[in-house]
Structure formats: structure tokens, C-alpha cells
């Protein structure tokens, strides 16, 4: 890779390397500001959310299904350990969460533009079991037209043709399975095995039942090397899946942390992972794979584009954050209080921050950057009644400086390179919102502190 002089002022300004940076998190992450919600206080505060997106004719919906067979070292949404009276009691709850919502008429006059189910492994439920949640979405809310319905999928779990025959027969449409690298020494370091032949079977089957696929990879693994990163990029190639997402290895997971404590020689230096980072962006952008930074429209990854244009995100189960242009909120994350909430009738949402002018105005710009054509300066002129250009002034100066943004009278977007490391512009991003408000305040790890109970093999 040769360094230029835009890419060596990244690496040395902004780039987080492996420590300090907070994974792939399209979003504005700004817990400080977190507020208790009591039981008491829910009825209340759904009004306030009803209010929220009175004028929005399309939400994204997420379900969390955080179960898992075993752990990989390098996850970091720490998942429970599937089984079966846990999952389906968990199940009713969710179902009687979809329920309430409807119930409080959140869904009236509004359809559906995007479903996920993430985790943990939502393959981990039967596809029984998934067709009872979507059943429940399609009686509780009008499904929009061509309405993109994903699924997370492990691939061990879905290595059956019938299986994936049946997810599309239920209405899923896109499946997104992880896969992070194929080389087998560092998926053992992982706890994980995958094959490119299982995965290039997985591809094909899918498409032969219209099924689109995304496949998670990640650089930045126990042991990873440049040449075994190439090599993952060339058998990606002839599978050819219909969207790639590239994330780096956020080092939160007290198993990995363990194992580079037993062996150092595995963690990958900053400067490897900054040209890993470089390597994969660039085949993933001569090959058209969208991403975050590089967005163009909803075809590759239809729910994180609209969460980009800012569409409502109301996410159901334990542990789910969820936004609305002025309110961020989070389920209890304790499966437990989740699952007794709602047994007694309440929507277990458990803290809140209602977003300030100023947060809001940071989470616009940094969702519009992860789009291709930008933020819209004169769309954000309307919203706010500011001037994007003024407001961000600090701080679009120095994200120029370092040869990441451009900007015209229209709109502020990424350049090249700056859409290449655009976890390490988010962050600055937030960083600059932080400081905004307080010097003191320090961005935190997004997955850090909060772990459930650890799964065993
Ligand atoms: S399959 Fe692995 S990476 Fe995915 S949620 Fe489970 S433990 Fe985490």
C-alpha cells in the first residue's frame, strides 16, 4: 500500500487502530445522557414516542434474539446460551411486546419499510418459531412494498436446503450470516469454523430460493496477516454474495482479551490493521459491495440505508436500543426484568435520553456521512433552521484537514478515503459532540461494561 499524504495524516490523526474506537456503530452513542424510566412513567413516555414519529408514514422494526450454541471470541453483543424452555418463554414475551406496542396504537397510519431479526443467532429459534414474529408483525402493521425482511443466520445453523427453502417460504428475504474470515488457524482462535465450501453452498441455495445474502467479515482477528486477509478476499470473490460488510475486531471480549494475554504474538499490530482496513475497502469498492460511508441507495442493505435517512428504528426485546429523531431509548437488558415487565402488562423500557437540538444535530451529520451523496445541507437548514456549515465548523475544518470530508453548497460527504475509515470520522464525530458539551466527557466502548452471563461450550 503506498502511504499518501491524505493516507498517512489519517492513519496518524484519526485512525483508532484496534483499542479506543468504537466498532462499526452507525449511530450517535451519547449515554451520558440516559434518563430512568420508571414503570410508572411508561404510559407517559409512549405518548411522547407516539408524538415522536407522528409524522412519519414508514418505520424500521428490530427483534433481538440473543441466543447463541457457543461463544466467538471476537463478539461482542455477548449472547446467552440457546435452550429451549429459556428461548421460548422468551418467545411469548416478545410476541406480547409486539402486542402492546399495538395496542398503544404506535403502528397506527404507519407501515413497515424494513424488518431485522439480530442477535445472538435468531437461527437459533425454528423457523417455526420466527414465522409466529412475523405473523405478529403482518396482523399488527401494514408491511410496505417490496418490505426488506432479514435474518442474522449462523452459518452451522442454516447448512440445510430445506431450512432456507422454508425461511423464504415465511417471508424472510435476506439473510446476513457470519463468516468474518475462511482461514481455519485464526477461526480456531475464534471458536468458530467455517469452510468456503459450506458458505459457497449457503450462497447459492439462498439465491436459488431469492433469497439475498450478506456475509460479515472482519479484520483485525487473532493472528491475522495481510496475505491470509488477500486470500479471504479471493475466495469471497467467486462466491460472490449479493452485499460484504467489513468491521473491524472491537478488542472487548474478556475470552479474546484472555487469549492475547496468553499469546501476544496473535494481536495485530495498529499499522497491519490500518493497511487490512485499506485492502478490503478498496476490492470492496471496486467490486460495488456498499457499505457504511459509501451508501448509494437501499438494494445491498435496505434497513441501514433508511436508519441513515433517519427512519424511526422501534427495536422489540431484551437489550435493544431503538430512535426516533428525538428520542433514543433502551430495553431492560436483564432477560429476567425484561421477561417479569412484561408479564405484568408493562413495555420494560428501562432508560431514555431525549435528544437535545445540538445531539440531534451531531446525529444528523453523522448518519448523512455514511451516505453516499452526504448530508444534505439544505435539508438540514430546514430541519434546524442552522447552517451545517456554520455549526460544524471546528470540526469539518479538521476532518478536511485530514482529507476525510469535501463539501460544495449542497452537501458535506466523505471522500475516498474518508469513506474507507469511516468508523474513525464517526468517532470524531462523536468526540466532537462530547466535547461540545463538557471537556471531561470521554467516548466509551458501545459494548463495553454490560455483559450477560457467559456462554459455555
Ligand atoms: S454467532 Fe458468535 S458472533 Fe454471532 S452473536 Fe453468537 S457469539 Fe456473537
Given at each position: 500500500m503506498e502511504l499518501t499524504a491524505t493516507l498517512s495524516k489519517i492513519r496518524n490523526e484519526l485512525f483508532y487502530g484496534s483499542s479506543n474506537y468504537t466498532k462499526n456503530q452507525p449511530d450517535l452513542f451519547v449515554p451520558h445522557h440516559f434518563k430512568m424510566l420508571a414503570p410508572s412513567q411508561v404510559d407517559s413516555f409512549v405518548e411522547t414516542l407516539k408524538e415522536s414519529i407522528k409524522d412519519e408514514q414508514e418505520i424500521l422494526l428490530y427483534f433481538h434474539l440473543p441466543f447463541c450454541f457457543s461463544e466467538c471470541f471476537f463478539c461482542n453483543s455477548f449472547p446467552l446460551k440457546v435452550d429451549k424452555e429459556i428461548q421460548q418463554n422468551y418467545l411469548q414475551h416478545?410476541?406480547?411486546?409486539?402486542?402492546f406496542f399495538s395496542e398503544y396504537g404506535l403502528f397506527e397510519g404507519k407501515k413497515a419499510k424494513c424488518i431485522y431479526f439480530g442477535g445472538g443467532t435468531p437461527t437459533s429459534f425454528s423457523n417455526g418459531d420466527l414465522k409466529l414474529v412475523i405473523d405478529k408483525i403482518r396482523s399488527s402493521i401494514e408491511l410496505s412494498e417490496n418490505c426488506n425482511i432479514t435474518s442474522e443466520a449462523h452459518p452451522l445453523t442454516i447448512s440445510s436446503e430445506k431450512r432456507i427453502a422454508e425461511l423464504a417460504e415465511i417471508g424472510i428475504n435476506r439473510i446476513s450470516i457470519g463468516c468474518q474470515t475462511f482461514d481455519p488457524e485464526i477461526l480456531i482462535h475464534c471458536n468458530r469454523s467455517n469452510t468456503p465450501a459450506?458458505?459457497?453452498q449457503i450462497v447459492t441455495t439462498a439465491q436459488k430460493h431469492g433469497l439475498a445474502i450478506n456475509i460479515d467479515m472482519m479484520t483485525g482477528l487473532p493472528g491475522q496477516t495481510i496475505a491470509s486477509v488477500r486470500t479471504d478476499l479471493e475466495i469471497l470473490e467467486k462466491i460472490r454474495p449479493n452485499a460484504v460488510e467489513y468491521?473491524?475486531?472491537?478488542?472487548?471480549?474478556?475470552?479474546v482479551v484472555k487469549l492475547y494475554k496468553a499469546r501476544p504474538d496473535l494481536i495485530v499490530e495498529d499499522d497491519t490493521l490500518f493497511e487490512m482496513v485499506y485492502i478490503t475497502q478498496e476490492w470492496m469498492e471496486n467490486l460495488g459491495y456498499e457499505q457504511n460511508g459509501r451508501f448509494s441507495d437501499d438494494k445491498q442493505w435496505g434497513y441501514r440505508y433508511h436508519w441513515l435517512n433517519e427512519m424511526p428504528i422501534i427495536a422489540f426485546g431484551s437489550r435493544t436500543r431503538s430512535y426516533t429523531k428525538t428520542i433514543c431509548y433502551d430495553k431492560h437488558e436483564d432477560l429476567s426484568t425484561y421477561n417479569r415487565m412484561i408479564g405484568k402488562g408493562i413495555l420494560p423500557i428501562g432508560r431514555y435520553i431525549p435528544l437535545t437540538k445540538r445531539e440531534r444535530m451531531y446525529r444528523t451529520l453523522m448518519l448523512g456521512l455514511q451516505l453516499k451523496s452526504g448530508l444534505d445541507t439544505n435539508h438540514f437548514q430546514g430541519m434546524y433552521g442552522e447552517c451545517a456549515l456554520d455549526v460544524f465548523g471546528q470540526l469539518l475544518a479538521k476532518l478536511s484537514d485530514f482529507g476525510c470530508i469535501t463539501q460544495d453548497s449542497d452537501s458535506i460527504r466523505l471522500t475516498r478515503y474518508g469513506a474507507y475509515f469511516v468508523e474513525?470520522?464517526?468517532?470524531?464525530?462523536?468526540?466532537?459532540?462530547l466535547k461540545d458539551e463538557s471537556v471531561d466527557l470521554v467516548r466509551g466502548s458501545h459494548s463495553g461494561g454490560h455483559r450477560y452471563p457467559a456462554v459455555t461450550q
Open positions: 416478545l410476541l406480547k411486546e409486539i402486542e459450506q458458505i459457497q468491521i473491524r475486531h472491537e478488542i472487548v471480549n474478556p475470552l474513525d470520522v464517526c468517532d470524531a464525530v462523536i468526540d466532537a459532540a
